[in-house]
């Protein structure tokens, strides 16, 4: 028998998509992929896990802090790179040098080892947004009530509204965050009328928080959500099955339903639904629409919100004992730098993590032995500035398909994007300064084009969509049965964080398409 709804892919927009079906009293088969980490990876971040951080063996400490193989700058949750690995011969050609984009086929993709940050879209950034997909409200409402969040009700609120239910909490700030906090809390009037909006960043992390610095390299606690934590959720659910191991090659539509192509481990199969929801990530997804049902000359546009990196020093004295002091390594303040004529730029600011001492080192080469202590100085008075800009001041991709059916990545430069990233780290060190922090725009590293992650809107959502555009409800134009929940469909890449509207947006999708 046909299943109601297929869902490809475990990952935020899956998961999304697979909460407002449920809602619905549909019957839901999610196939995936699925990479999980290691048993011995998942053994000892349990081990430590199960007690408190003074508690873990010196052994495991020093694998779970150990450095990432020669030539591995990606992400790596508790030391594995599964969340990012290859194992469906994507890359079969090579994996595209400069494009840093990468997919996940991991069992709740690429949030496995996210940085977490939360924030929706300004209504204002969603002008070019079809009429009813602007509404995402009550779906950001939806997700918070399964991807917990640490939020704090402050200024932050006018411009990027909370939509977390009562009752959720907030995740102590470091000693650094809240000197500036303070800080900057002094001079807020100042800072309004420059257009800086500031408040404490949020993260979709559960309470309970041992402040052990871990985050970075993966929490030991397991409070830093995954889409996994909700897939282990969902599965108890009647109406809800999983499969793992499955590779969906490509599908087609007909008047009763969709069917999709697939491997196994065991065999090719095909597997019949009224509804395919396509939640694989930009990549995977580009590849299935364009091997499904575009002409072998189509190729997409992939917007990206670029991003750089700005060193960050501050003058007042740092607290004593920051290295050691209790405190999380995840962002820990939002700034919007709002515009009257230009899109908003979102900056995460990050305080201490033993990663900048070791960066500083590398940096000084040769002298850095000779410079340890000024390294140590400068380095618990570092701070880190991660700026985002609209996708409308950032790079682009084009995808194609290339011989044998693989997908060809093209990055394309914006000459908008320098002097967007120059003005915005100017205005950041405007507000900065008299706060007693300077700004270090000779050391920032500027992101190459898809390395912010931040990625979509190959399918643009339209009212009116043609070609490979989709409509409301990410359904490319000509097909009914097939919707797109991933990033793929945002019309355009806002400034602030990516993933909560990607999941309000599946939600959405998920809640209103037909029968
Ligand atoms: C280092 C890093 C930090 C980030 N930090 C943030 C942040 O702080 N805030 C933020 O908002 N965003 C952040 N992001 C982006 C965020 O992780 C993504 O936006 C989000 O994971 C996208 O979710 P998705 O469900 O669309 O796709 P993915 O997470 O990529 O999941 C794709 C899923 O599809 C499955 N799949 C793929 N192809 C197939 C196939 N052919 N057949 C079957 N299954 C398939 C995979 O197994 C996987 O389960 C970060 C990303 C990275 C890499």
Redesign the pocket.
Known sequence: MAEDALI???????VSAAHALLERGRRVLM?????TLEPENDARARRMGAVDPDAWSADDRRSALAPAPEGDA??RPYGSDF??RDV?GFFAGGAPADVAL??????????N??????APYRIEDLGDWPARARDLAPHYAAVSRFMPISARKDDLAEALPMWSPEGSHDLPSSPQARALLDRLGRRKDALVRAGVVFGKARQAVRSGCRQCQMCLRGCPYRLIYS?AHSLDALLAHPNFRYRAG????AFSETPEGVTVA?RSAAARESIAARRLFI????L?TA??ILGSIAKPSAALTLKDSQHALTPLLHAFSPPRGLANAPQHTL?QIFLELLSADAPCAHVQIYTYNDDYEKDLKARFGPAAGALSPLIGVISRRLLVAQIFLHSDLSGSMTLSLGPGGALDIRANANPATAPAMAATIARLRRALSPAGVAALPFLARHGAIGSS??CGGSLPMRDAPSGLETDILGRPAGLSRVHVV??SVLPSIPAT????S?MAN?HRIAMSAPD
């Open positions: 490809v892919g475990s990952g935020p927009s899956g196939l995936d992929v699925g990479v990606g992400m969340a990012r469906v990468r997919p996940s086929f991991a069992r709740g993709g690429l949030s080892g996210w940085g977490s940050a939360v889409a499955c590779v969906v090659e697939m939640a694989t990530g930009v995977p590849r299935l962002t992650f931040h991933d990033a964080t990516i993933t909560f990607v599946a």
